[in-house]
């Protein structure tokens, strides 16, 4: 069986973080593996309080990891500093990691930020060039840049630097707009725009994360990046339009849409 490690923070009201990861995962027919960067005490109306793991026990649980069930695939999400981030370094080098996929989380729906200026420079010098393929959403870019993107232009000449920058293929989302979710994958030099319908539901929470899990899955599978991208954009389609409705803020996806109810 093929195995996913995800390496997030913990989500206590599952929507979210290595608890959305791990149904992904499920959800794929995959084995999935976690790493705990962080605690977080959160739910659909926001972050009430983080509790980052130390860099010493967070180290522990990557050697636990790669030293016996080793991933085909890796998935990072949140990180909450540099220490965190020369572990993590450190442990994708030695043991030459397969697949990583970056979802460039700085900050929560809500707008609780994760990253103070120094680790967000680190970050963006040391752990994004590790990465196969990076999917952050347009005001993630816009951070990553330093730059406004509105237009599709736009969009297109941010994921240019990108990858320029990066060394690495860019998959930028496209949930914030209001009238399309179109994404936008740059990949062998190229644009390639996968469409996507705006789908009316304000349960959106983990979708990043949930996405790219699903891209880590893909690849974990053997399947190209185009073909993992695409059916991941299907998966997590599928997974909001379901329509679940839970809590009283922004809710949870579906991730087991697929799977038959139990009456």
């Known amino acids: 069986m093929k195995t ?33 960067t962080a605690l977080t005490a959160q739910n659909t109306m926001g972050v009430a309080e983080i509790f980052p793991i130390s860099p010493i026990f967070l180290e522990k649980q990557l050697e636990c990891v790669f030293t016996d069930i080793v991933p ?12 965190q981030m020369e572990v993590i370094k450190r442990c994708l080098e030695k043991y030459r990691a397969k697949h990583v996929v970056m979802d460039t989380v700085l900050s929560s729906t809500s707008g609780r930020h994760f990253m103070e200026l120094e680790a ?13 393929i990076y999917t952050p959403n347009i005001p993630e870019a816009e951070i990553l840049l330093k730059t406004t993107i509105k237009t599709k232009e736009e969009r297109v ?14 998959y930028l989302k496209g949930g914030h707009d209001n009238f399309s979710a179109d994404d936008l994958l740059f990949y062998q030099e190229k644009p390639i725009w996968i469409s996507g319908k705006h789908i009316e539901n304000q349960n959106t929470h983990g979708t990043g994360c949930t ?33 679940m409705n839970l809590g009283k803020g922004n809710g949870p996806l579906n991730h087991m849409y697929r799977i038959n109810h139990v009456n």
């Open 4 to 36: 996913v490690l995800t390496i997030a923070g913990s989500d206590c009201s599952g929507g979210a973080g290595i608890q959305a990861d791990l149904k992904t995962i499920a959800a794929y027919g995959l084995y999935g593996e976690s790493v705990i």
């Open 72 to 83: 085909d695939a890796v998935k990072i999400g949140m990180i909450t500093g540099i220490e």
């Open 120 to 132: 967000l420079n680190y970050y963006k010098k040391e752990l994004l060039p590790l990465a196969e």
């Open 157 to 170: 000449a941010a994921v240019r630097e990108f990858a320029l920058q990066y060394k690495g293929i860019v």
């Open 211 to 243: 996405l790219s899990s699903a891209i880590a899955c893909g690849l974990a599978a053997g399947w190209k990046i185009e073909e993992s991208v695409r059916k991941a954009k299907d998966y997590i389609s599928g997974a909001i339009a379901d329509g």
